[in-house]
C-alpha cells in the first residue's frame, strides 16, 4: 500500500461546473503548491486512477460518463466531491436537468466544501481520500487471505443487489475486450434481475460476508442453461468459478445435458468450460462484432 500513499494517481473531471474549482485544482499543481512533488499525479486514463475527483453538479449529459469513469477505476478507489455544487447540486440543484451532487450517481467519500473551494482544502480532501484508500486496501487484503473460507450457496433475493454490482464490475473486462459497453451483463437492471430470480436458480459466492461471485440457471426440456458466470476481478483465478459451476450443475437436478456461453474472444472463459469438460457446438452473433460461442456437456 505504500506506493499509493507516495505516489497516488488522480483522475479529475468536470461535471458540469463554473470553472471555479477546476481552476483551484488546477492551482494544486502550480509551483506554490506542487502537489506533484509528493508523487501525486494527475492522470486522463480512468484504468490507471486510485482517486476521482469530480467538480460541479452532475446533469443528464454527465451522469452516464462520471458512471463511466467510476465504474472503469480499479479496485480499491476513491471519490472526492470538490466544491458545494459537486456536494449538493449547490445553487443549481433544482434545475430541471440537474441530478443534484454526485452522491446522487456514485458513491462519494469525502466532500470538499467551498466555492470555490480553496487549494488547502481540496489538499486535505485528498490526504482523507488516502487514510481511506489505505484501510479499503487493508481490507480487500484481508479478505484475499480468507480465500479458504469461500461458501458457495443458493442465492436469496436480499442478495441481488450485491450480485448485480459484481456482475457489473466483473464484465468490464469483457466490455473492453470488444470496445463495447452495450454486453447485456452490463446493460442488466436491477429491476430485470429481480425478474430473472423468479424463474432462475441463482448461486453465490461469499468471502467474510461479502458477495464475490455468482451464477444463475434454468432447467426446459431436459437441457441445464447456465448464463452469468461472475466473480469480481480481485478473486479470479482462484478457483470460485470452476465451484461455482459445479454448484449450479448439481442444483438443475433434471437436466440430462448443460448449455453454456460465452463470446469468442473471452479466452479465459473458453479455457474453463473446456476443462469443465464443455465442448463447442455452435455460433452466433450478438451484434456486428461480437459472436456468442455456446457449449455443452452430457451429464
Known amino acids: 500500500m505504500s506506493h499509493l500513499v507516495k505516489s497516488p494517481w488522480i483522475i479529475h473531471y468536470d461535471a458540469s461546473s463554473c470553472n471555479g474549482c477546476d481552476i483551484e485544482v488546477l492551482a494544486c499543481l502550480t509551483p506554490m503548491y506542487d502537489v506533484e512533488r509528493f508523487g501525486i499525479v494527475n492522470t486522463g486514463n480512468p484504468k490507471h486512477a486510485d482517486i476521482f475527483l469530480i467538480t460541479g453538479s452532475v446533469n443528464e449529459q ?39 451532487g454526485v452522491d446522487k450517481v456514485i458513491p462519494v467519500d469525502v466532500f470538499v466544501p467551498g466555492c470555490a473551494a480553496r487549494p488547502e482544502s481540496i489538499i486535505d480532501g485528498v490526504v482523507q481520500a488516502l487514510g481511506i ?20 450457496s443458493q442465492a436469496e433475493e436480499s442478495d441481488l443487489p450485491e450480485i448485480m454490482s459484481v456482475q ?19 446493460q442488466q437492471t436491477l429491476e430485470q434481475l429481480r425478474e430473472a430470480f423468479k424463474t432462475q436458480i441463482l448461486f453465490k459466492a461469499v468471502i467474510n460476508g461479502k458477495v464475490v461471485g455468482s451464477i444463475r440457471g434454468y432447467t426446459a426440456e431436459g437441457t441445464g442453461h447456465i448464463s452469468r458466470l461472475s466473480v469480481h476481478p480481485y478473486f479470479q483465478s482462484k478457483g470460485i468459478g470452476k465451484k461455482l459451476v459445479s454448484a449450479i450443475e448439481a442444483r438443475l437436478t433434471e437436466a440430462k445435458r448443460f448449455e453454456i456461453f460465452t463470446w469468442h474472444k473471452s479466452s479465459r472463459n473458453l479455457e474453463l468450460y473446456g476443462k469443465l469438460g464443455y465442448r463447442e457446438f455452435k455460433t452466433d452473433q450478438l451484434n456486428s462484432a461480437i459472436n456468442r460461442v455456446y457449449l455443452e456437456k452430457a451429464k
Not at 484508500?133 to 458457495?152: C, P, T
Not at 469483457?174 to 452490463?186: C, K, R, T
Open 133 to 152: 484508500l489505505e484501510k479499503r486496501h487493508a481490507y480487500q487484503q484481508s479478505v484475499e487471505n480468507s480465500i479458504g473460507q469461500l461458501i458457495i
Open 168 to 186: 457489473k464490475t466483473a464484465y468490464q473486462s469483457e466490455a473492453e475486450l470488444y470496445n463495447d459497453p452495450s454486453l447485456p451483463p452490463l
Open 62 to 100: 454527465t451522469r452516464s460518463v462520471v458512471k463511466n469513469i467510476y465504474e472503469q477505476m480499479p479496485e480499491p478507489k476513491v471519490v472526492v466531491a470538490i466544491g458545494i455544487c459537486a456536494s449538493s447540486g449547490g445553487i443549481f440543484r433544482e434545475c430541471y436537468n440537474v441530478a443534484g
